[in-house]
């Protein structure tokens, strides 16, 4: 098996807002993994919140580059059981797990959806991102995106006058990730007002290790909570059911999707919704989430709609967050060039 990296620079349509920080590129590494003929793709985007970048995931793979490459290959789950036994961390775990799997189902000529047993009939559309700005220049992100779903970005000193404004401009859903900029009584108050407003849910209002008040806001919060930060790996899922109403996977905070499926499965067991989110991934990393769209409640996949170009084809967003599946096996990508 070959073993192939590269680095991207991704440029975003817009200035990227959070509540802790604010970006124009994203950057991003591209791993392939090559047998019998056939290259799966995976990615994993740097994070400086989570101490990763592309050269540290890079050296990481070039350190034990030998053994993956004399590794006999036989499916993604014991491929992933040996990255994990390396040591590796889980942001560069899932590029390799993503490849992994990418290379599975072109190697058996399918897509993975259909693999897990899964089909088409039903899936959730994505919602588009809106990150925080002058309400003037939120308004002219909707309205050079029209779409049925947004999640709003917050954590500013006005923020539901920043959702008001921004309704009297659009009739669609609106969903609020404050990426854990309010407290506990912010949350609380804040929700009546917000539920009225037209908010579906709130992503990950209180800071991550906040049990303590988000068991406040379990209580009393009239509007469904689901986690992110609160979720990063599969021994958080349980935890997050006594505090939350549902669970946003990052596959390249997990490590992939071979630990995504099994926290979608514990999520069911405990009566959570599922979401899958994305971290601004090209098409490579989209088109995997996509993959796993019809055991989901909720997706974010929106990241090759905030680029300015993307790398490879595989998943189509379309008009209204509708999607065209790519025929080829695995997660169907192919890179635009290498």
């Known amino acids: 098996m070959r073993v192939l990296l590269k680095k991207y620079v991704l440029p975003l349509k817009h200035t990227f807002s959070i509540s802790r920080e604010s970006h124009d590129f994203q950057d991003t590494l591209i791993v392939g993994l090559s047998l019998d003929g056939r290259t799966g793709y995976g990615e994993s985007t740097s994070n400086t919140y989570y101490n990763s970048t592309v050269e540290s995931m890079m050296a990481e793979i070039k350190a034990i580059r030998d053994e993956l490459e ?3 290959f036989t499916t993604p789950e014991v491929f992933h059981s040996f990255l994990v036994s390396k040591g590796l961390t889980n942001f560069t775990i899932c590029a390799l797990d993503l490849a992994a799997h990418d290379l599975y189902g072109k190697l058996l000529g399918k897509p993975l959806y259909e693999l897990w047993g899964t ?11 809106i ?12 309205k050079e995106t029209p779409w049925p779903i947004y999640k709003i970005k917050l954590g500013t000193n006005n923020d539901v006058s920043i959702v008001r404004s921004l309704r009297e401009h659009t009739d669609a859903v609106f969903r609020i990730d404050a990426n854990g900029a309010w407290s506990a009584h912010e949350t609380i108050r804040n929700a009546p007002i917000l539920k009225d407003l037209g908010v579906e849910f709130l992503e990950q209002p209180l800071k991550a290790d906040d049990w303590e008040g988000m068991e406040r806001v379990a209580h009393h919060c009239v509007l469904p909570v689901i986690a992110d930060e609160s979720c990063i790996v599969e021994g958080d899922v349980e935890n997050c059911g006594l505090h939350f109403n549902g669970i946003n996977i990052k596959l390249v905070k997990c490590g992939g ?7 979608i499965k514990k999520a069911r067991e405990l009566g959570l919704k599922v979401m899958v989110g994305c971290m601004t991934e090209s098409t490579v990393g989209i088109s995997a989430i996509a993959q796993l769209l019809p055991q989901l409640d909720y997706v974010d996949m929106d990241g090759p709609l905030l680029l300015k170009e993307d790398i490879a084809d595989g998943i189509q967003i379309v008009e209204n967050g509708k999607l065209v599946f790519p025929t080829a096996g695995g997660s169907g990508i192919t890179l635009r060039q290498w």
């Not at 002058?134 to 992100?141: D, F, G, H, N, S």
């Open 119 to 129: 089909n088409l009939d039903y899936y959730p559309i994505t919602n588009y991102t």
């Open 257 to 263: 999707l071979t630990p995504a499926l099994r926290m």
């Open 131 to 142: 990150g925080i700005d002058t309400i003037e220049k939120m308004v002219a992100k909707m």
């Open 70 to 72: 004399a590794f006999e």
